[in-house]
């Protein structure tokens, strides 16, 4: 495939990525490459929705409070008092691309219904239905295909940031120009060029064996950006959805927080106790992390497979009305939640470490920039409070956007750059090298590096990282890059980013929680791993 030259690339097709491209469209030619389908991340499948001060009595100080909160003390306060003075902004954009957020019934001065979630101490939440995130995908969506200086390429698998050491005259100025990406249909790698990339891929949710995450969420962009030379932050910070339907046909169908806060309790499935409140005085409304953790004790504790979260004490109706989506769902699954009980298991959800950015969505190397969960803004510290998530795709897809045009022209042209080279490497005789190390990583890395840990677990997981690791890096240097490679080997970088920076925090703070460390240190310090 030729190269293909384009003023922005952007990698990535969700919240952060297409906001980023449509801010930039008027002016610049952009390519967003995703790596399947344009709706395959994690933005579709967003049941949540979108946290915004909107409410009279609600303040962005109280918003900014509630996210530190949860962060346990770890966020940068700039940045959250950037993004959450930005919300309404945001929403309001929304809105305008026609997501039909849901209104508020009856007369009211509040033109839009706002749901409470836990760890907010108000209602704030504002949502469309149960299925927030594929309302805004497609509005964003069709917006980009509208648009014509915008090109949605699909089926481009991202293998390496294009740096200065790919030059026909080579630099070791880390200045970054573009990507190299596996066009997965055809098995061709083609070149694309830029004065700016930026990285919205997303997280890291496959390198764990249970995880909500859509099947690319191999941390693709985190792991790139270290190897080009970005330090990565609070890698450590793994969030872990409490409630993820236990069904051994249906993978990683969510459970949103939502139903907890209208009432949904968690039970025993062996006695029926509901057993919440033996851990947190807010019981099903404490943080994630907390209910993360006590479903994971109980589990432990009792040898169970899942426990139930049960919302048939509300009227049928209303469980009806409020959870259209999910009630049809399980009633497919023979669970009717009107009537009984749903099994639920925590599942890896959030990845709240990643890439160090400024506040201008800025990576560390010249011309790189970032936005979403595949970065470490400052925004979550160590536990991202709920709809923070697709609020922080908004607000930095935008910002970096803003400071590519106001630093065009200074910004230089892309040299001319090698074309790929793969004329030492050999189509793979042995496939199952790469199936098996794939299943063992989220393996060791949920039994190890999961909700609960320990040192030794850790030192376990680092050295299995360290075997996999090897034979990884001599596959790839012998055979063709696949789609399944690319993303090998950037869970194994990611996993041995987890394993480092969990084992470099010698406390328990927020998401991290260690058997050797229990009490949480007097100052909030940020993991930093510098390449």
Known sequence: MADHRYDVIIIGSGAAGLTAALNLA??????????????????????????????????????????????AGLNDRRTVEFVVENAPKAIERLAELGVPFNPTEGEGHDRWHLTREGGHSHRRIVHVNDATGWAVQQALERAAAAHPNINLVTEMAAIDLVTSRHGQRYSGDGHVWGVYALHRPTGKVALFTARATILATGGAGRVYQFSTAPRGASGDGIAMAWRAGCRVSNMEFNQFHPTCLYNLEVKNFLITEAMR????????????????????????????????????????????????????????????????NIHAKLLGLGIDITREPIPVVPAMHYTCGGVMIDLDGRT????????????????????????????????????????????????????????????????????????????????????????????????????????????????YGNYRVTSDLIELRNLIEVASLIVRAALSRRESRGLHYTLDYPETGAEALDTVLVP
Request: proline share 5%; with cysteine.
């Open 364 to 475: 560390d190397l010249p011309g790189l920039y970032a936005a979403g969960e595949v970065t470490q803004s400052g925004l979550h510290g160590a536990n991202r409070l709920a709809s923070n998530s697709l609020l922080e795709c908004f607000v930095f897809g935008d910002a970096a956007a803003n400071h590519i045009k106001a630093n065009w022209d200074t910004m230089p042209a892309p040299p001319s750059i090698r074309e790929w080279d793969e004329s030492r490497v050999t189509d793979s005789d042995e496939d199952i090298v790469v199936q098996h190390n794939w299943r063992e990583i989220r393996r060791f890395m949920w039994d190890y590096v999961g909700i609960v840990r320990t040192t030794k677990r850790l030192e376990r997981a680092q050295h299995r990282v360290a075997l996999l690791r090897q034979e990884v890096e001599e596959y």
């Open 26 to 71: 008027d002016r610049f030619r952009v390519a967003v490459l995703a790596k399947g389908g344009l709706s395959d991340g994690s933005t579709a499948h967003a049941q949540g929705g979108i946290a915004a001060v909107l409410e009279a009595g609600d303040t962005f100080e109280s918003h900014i409070e509630d996210t530190i909160v949860a962060g």
């Open 261 to 324: 806060g209208e009432g949904g309790q968690l039970r025993l499935p062996t006695t029926g106790e509901r057993f919440m409140p033996r851990f947190d005085a807010r019981a099903e409304l404490a943080p994630r992390d907390i209910v993360a953790r006590a479903i994971d004790y109980e589990i432990k504790r009792l040898g169970l497979d899942y426990v139930h979260l049960d919302i048939s004490h509300q009227p049928p109706d209303f469980v009806k009305h409020h959870f259209p």
